[in-house]
């Protein structure tokens, strides 16, 4: 039970300081694949902003306030998967205390948006803000305890992706441009 405590802590710490330095994080909620999000690490939670015009989609991922996601962090320096958790959703109400108190944080990461002076009362009027908790306990992955198999997306069927039989006569062209 005390080593479980302890991994949780560690974990927790960890889950925390990989947030904090990653410049996106990877989020996968009720539907649909997961996608790369920009976000804030601010008051033990990773917050973020989207479904609005010119913000990053949401909809399509199923983040629900009280819904499960699943986070998935790369290291700052290697840039490969270093810890995955179970997240809480959390929709902050826009112009609440909580609320007012991401958006600060979230707009310095915005300083050339073109609408700057007016940011936040565009996101209160057309996005939601939403804070992904950390669920209690281990992390799902960490160093030590990172799953055998891969996680690469199999790539979509495209022409330009499928190999073909080279033509009968290209060896016999690249041996004489050699001679010349």
């Known amino acids: 039970m005390t080593q479980t405590v302890s991994q949780a802590l560690q974990d927790r710490a960890l889950i925390e300081e990989a947030t904090k330095k990653s410049g996106l994080i990877w989020v996968r909620g009720t539907t649909g694949p997961a996608r790369a999000l920009w976000h804030l690490w601010h008051d033990?939670?990773?917050c973020l902003v989207g479904d609005g015009p010119g913000e990053?989609?949401?909809?399509d991922l199923g983040l629900a306030d009280g819904g499960p996601a699943t986070v998935t962090v790369r290291s700052k320096d290697k840039g490969g998967r270093l810890v995955a958790w179970?997240?809480?959703?959390?929709e902050l109400a826009p112009d609440s205390e909580p609320w007012r108190a991401?958006?600060?944080?979230?707009?310095?990461?915005r300083p050339n948006a073109p609408?700057?002076?007016?940011?936040?009362?565009?996101?209160?009027?057309?996005?939601?803000?939403?804070r992904l908790e950390p669920a209690e306990g281990e992390a799902l992955q960490r160093p030590g305890r990172m799953p055998e198999e891969s996680h690469a997306a199999r790539p979509p069927a495209s022409p330009a992706l499928t190999r073909r039989p080279i033509p009968a006569a290209l060896p016999k062209l690249l041996r004489r441009g050699r001679k010349g």
């Open 86 to 90: 179970q997240a809480r959703v959390v």
């Open 102 to 109: 991401a958006v600060e944080e979230l707009k310095g990461k």
């Open 56 to 59: 990053q989609p949401l909809a």
């Open 44 to 46: 033990g939670a990773a």
């Open 115 to 130: 609408d700057a002076d007016t940011l936040t009362e565009r996101w209160a009027r057309e996005c939601r803000v939403l």
